[in-house]
DNA sequence: TGACAGTATGACCGATCGGTCATATGACTG
DNA sequence: CAGTCATATGACCGATCGGTCATACTGTCA
């Protein structure tokens, strides 16, 4: 946790070093990211950073288990409870690629607790959080299992193939869509003009459709398939 | 690529420097990994790897699009021809979570292509190697849909959504079916002992299943979804 | 034997990093 | 005013890194 004299801080000087940090952690590996170029660029000094925070690891966490979430959190708002199970799946999934779109360097530091890591402590705090979001998704589809909208042999393994659907999978996917790659996406702080509502929902929908029905039985017209 | 030098070099200390260089790309990301290390561990001065690669990239370069293939190509061996393409697929999938068990260090190091970096060069080689591994999948695919098994609105959306289950899901699924880290399942050579075939095929069915029906119809006995 | 090419080697370089610490600043208290 | 306490600051430290280079070694051929 950041020492009480970071809360006490004069917002503006705050919020400099809070988001050269993101910009920092966004675009950089955690081993990668240098606290001295955050210090740098948010022209404060080094020394001052360690009055702030413990070590890098400090801020870090803070920032991924605090700061992201509250944002993030800020961004897509309750989900939603209107209409059935899938609808209601397809509109997650929905938020979250608005959130990727509008705020890349957030998702991305969402994101980055997939990331791999020498460091114990590091890998440690990836885990916790890794397995705190597949719990919730879990928890999701769980429901869908209740109202027997979806049915899976194992559900701890289906949670881990959705996960990396709407996650990984899904940011490949914008990320093809808008023939970018994930550097030239987080140089810019929004891409709203590039992947309107439209699309979004269109390629949300494509990813439901593939956790619900697969790739095996599009179109049941005549004729099954092998 | 590696200079002449390193061809020539007395069989048994090129494998001494490749083996390490393995074991250290295979845990540590690039960024993280140390050619100091290396030569450290190889018994091998620094200089002396200057005289085998250019530098830390052309090393790490060599492994990944040379040796990492080469070796999985030699375990993997040639794909079935066998069965209708589901079949296949579920035979695909088999072999390479064996290769993962069997081989989990080069399993890894085939991996790392996904791993993020802010290094372009790194960036560059990773995307070259992703590209490749989704233009092939693609093409098995496309045999699936011309086959009638097979139906995707579009098909790079649903090689992406492939890809990221058979690689990074189906892995997640089998560290969590071992009750192990990624970086404990490093340590060791294998795990033959601890993942059998039987399982292996249990799990790689699972996951084509999940593909080619997805979780939203699992016994058509009767009472269609929602 | 001596010259030469290929190779081996480890001291060395500059850069960067995470982190520390002695000292300075400045606001509040009495 | 003096004293105290939170904070600010930047010089400094040890470690590590990727990479270079002068020098030494070794085998081959004339």
Redesign the interface.
Known sequence: MPKSTFFRLPEERRARLVHEAIVEFA???Y??ASLSQIARRANIPKGSVYQYFEDKLDLYRWLLTEEAPRLKREFVGKPSMEG???TRLEDFVERGMAFLVEHPRLARLSA?A???????EV?GLH?AICEAGLKELRAV?EA?AE????????L???T??????I???LT??VL?ELGA???EVLASDSLRKRLGPKRRRA?AH??VH??????????PRR?K??
């Open positions: 675009d950089r590996t081993a990668e059935d199970f899938w980055a997939a990331d791999p890591t020498a460091n114990p890998r885990k589809l869908g109202s027997s909208a979806l049915h899976a042999p194992d701890d393994v289906a881990r193939f959705v996960a990396t659907i996650g990984p999978g490949d996917v093809k790659e994930l550097h390629l494509q990813a593939f956790i619900r029905k697969g790739l095996g039985s599009e179109k004729g398939e092998t």
